[in-house]
């Protein structure tokens, strides 16, 4: 049996490849075939066509939660605006609609999905959806769906399609047994959310991808994210957005966390501008597939403390939601992320004093047009 024999011999050595191995052993999608859904004989067709040196042609899914309409603008500032869709099950409103290509996918529709890169000649996807850490604690079942479902279709529409796939991790990812503070890039992962489950299972799946078929999948594991024009889709993180609002707009604020409560923050540019050095990043420059990335850490308390420096009269209250206290206080405190910092020059530049000047300034700015109109 030859052909047995090849096959197994090529497995065994896949699977004893040093973890960044992606150049000889590396075997196309075309050659093992995973799932039935996988065109085989004919893969050729989807070949990308044009020049390599053009911009890459980019789908975002999940596009109009907290992060995707900024990634968006971004990628678009880049590589011109036609080169990146926006997509999302969810009815866009009308600037962005009106600010560049906006398609709907359901990542669950895995016939639409494979249209869509299809016809949009797409080389780079940005999977975005999602269902965050409390939502998904609320609809176990949907998360799971969407979450690891979903991300299988991503994973074989990129490998049968030859993208290179950005899928975002979390510290979420993490839980009680892992080390806090800090948090290394690699230790013991027994998150207890289904939402830290399912990343965790789409970092393994993503780097199985990789060493097994070459897939170009690069993750990073987002700290909790603080943006002043988007809202955040049900998140543990989320007072940390909710306070600069209430601050400017009532002066009050009802925290759901215990006023000591540390997790890792990060403002969005920052995050957004990571997700495009990491995609751009030469693949010889990644020594691993999943890195945490970091800014800063903070509890309530020093959050609410810095604020009142601008905004004196602010006034803070503790109401503990216990599902969201719970889930904080199995994930990190800290984030280590020496790996990025080294393998491809990640470097934070919103510290807590930055953050909280551009938050204010946005959004009392904001707020002081929605008044004088
Ligand atoms: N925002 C953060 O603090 C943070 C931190 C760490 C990681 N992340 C990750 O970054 C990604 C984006 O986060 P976000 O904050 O923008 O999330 P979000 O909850 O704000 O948005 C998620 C989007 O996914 C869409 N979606 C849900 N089901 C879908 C389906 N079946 N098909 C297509 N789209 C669907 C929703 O309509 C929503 O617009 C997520 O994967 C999240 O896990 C976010
Ligand atoms: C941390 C992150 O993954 C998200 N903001 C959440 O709290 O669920």
């Not at 990542?107 to 999905?113: E, G, V």
């Not at 949907?142 to 899928?167: K, Q, Y």
């Not at 400017?248 to 050095?277: H, Q, S, W, Y």
């Not at 990043?281 to 691993?288: C, G, K, Q, T, V």
Request: aromatic share 8%.
């Amino acid at each position: 049996m030859p052909v047995v024999r090849t096959v197994s011999k090529v497995v065994q050595q896949v699977l004893l490849a040093p973890a960044c191995s992606c150049g000889p052993l590396s075997l196309s999608v075309r050659s093992i075939s995973f799932s039935p859904r996988q065109v085989t004989s004919d893969a050729s067709f989807h070949s990308v066509s044009f020049s390599e040196t053009d911009h890459p042609r980019v789908l975002i899914t999940g596009g109009l939660g907290q992060l995707g309409v900024g990634l968006a603008k971004l990628l678009r500032k880049r590589f011109g605006k036609n080169n990146v869709i926006l997509s999302d099950i969810r009815k866009p409103p009308d600037h962005v609609f009106r600010s560049g290509p906006f398609i709907y996918s359901d990542i669950l529709d895995y016939k639409n999905l494979r249209e869509i890169v299809v016809n949009n000649r797409i080389t780079w996807l940005v999977h975005y959806s999602a269902l965050l850490s409390a939502v998904g604690e609320a609809n176990v079942t949907l998360a799971r769906n969407v979450n690891i479902t979903g991300l299988h279709n991503i994973l074989d529409i990129s490998a049968e399609h030859g993208l290179r796939l950005f899928v975002p991790s979390t510290i979420g990812a993490f839980g009680p047994t892992s080390p806090r503070n800090p948090t290394p890039d690699l230790c013991i992962q027994r998150p207890r959310t289904i939402y830290g489950v399912s990343k965790v299972h789409a970092e393994l799946m993503g780097e199985y991808y990789h060493h097994r078929n070459g897939l170009d999948f690069r993750c990073l594991r987002y700290p909790g994210i603080i943006s002043a024009d988007s809202q955040p889709g049900g998140g543990t993180t989320d007072y940390a957005v909710q306070i600069f609002h209430d601050a400017v707009k009532t002066g009050k604020f009802v925290c759901n966390l215990k006023p000591d409560t540390r997790l890792p923050m990060m403002f969005i540019d920052d995050c957004l501008r990571a997700t495009l050095e990491v995609m751009e990043a030469p693949a010889e420059a990644l020594s691993m597939r999943t890195y945490n990335i970091n800014a800063m850490s903070f509890t309530p308390e020093e959050l609410a403390r810095e604020v009142q420096k601008q905004l004196p009269d602010l006034q803070v209250t503790y109401e503990i939601d216990p599902v969201r206290q719970a889930i904080a206080d199995s994930w990190p405190m800290s984030f280590e992320d020496s790996n990025a910092r080294k393998d491809w020059g990640w470097k934070h530049e919103y510290d807590l004093p930055e953050l909280i000047q551009t938050m204010l300034n946005f959004i009392g700015s904001d707020s002081r047009i929605a008044h004088a109109n």
